[in-house]
């Protein structure tokens, strides 16, 4: 399981920067690959960023590329994901997200998580 450290929607507003954490357990924590994904109102959950079980490899959607970064802490079995430069398209309830299958470098891909955390609301005002 993941769920977030801190619940409460998050406020900001545009240009800004926030910072998401979710908190791992019952699972060996550093085995698995970790995700990010956002779900906006009327659309398809929307992949945002994984990091593999070593921390070695990370990927990003292209919308988020060089202001997003997805960071991980085995020894305390957090994952984060720290936004900068928001903007209001990147209004969504934010969700992390582990991967099914251990000792893997991350997906694009929902299929292959399937431990979803309660997921926080990102708001970010123009």
């Known amino acids: 399981q993941v769920q977030p450290v801190e619940s409460g929607e998050k406020l900001v507003q545009a240009g800004g920067s926030l910072r998401l954490s979710c908190a791992g357990s019952g699972r060996i924590f550093s085995n698995y690959g970790l995700g990010w994904f956002r779900q906006a109102p009327g659309k398809e959950p929307e992949f945002v960023a994984a990091?593999?079980?070593?921390?070695?490899?990370?990927i990003y959607a292209d919308s988020v590329k060089g202001r997003f970064t997805i960071s991980r802490d085995n020894a305390k079995n957090t994952m984060h994901l720290q936004m900068n430069a928001l903007k209001p398209e990147d209004t969504a309830v934010y969700y992390c997200?582990?991967?099914?299958?251990?000792?893997?470098?991350?997906?694009?891909?929902?299929?292959?998580?399937?431990?979803w955390g309660q997921g926080t609301q990102v708001t970010v005002s123009s």
């Open positions: 990091i593999g079980w070593s921390g070695g490899i990370d």
């Open positions: 997200v582990l991967e099914r299958r251990p000792f893997t470098t991350g997906s694009r891909s929902a299929d292959d998580y399937d431990a």
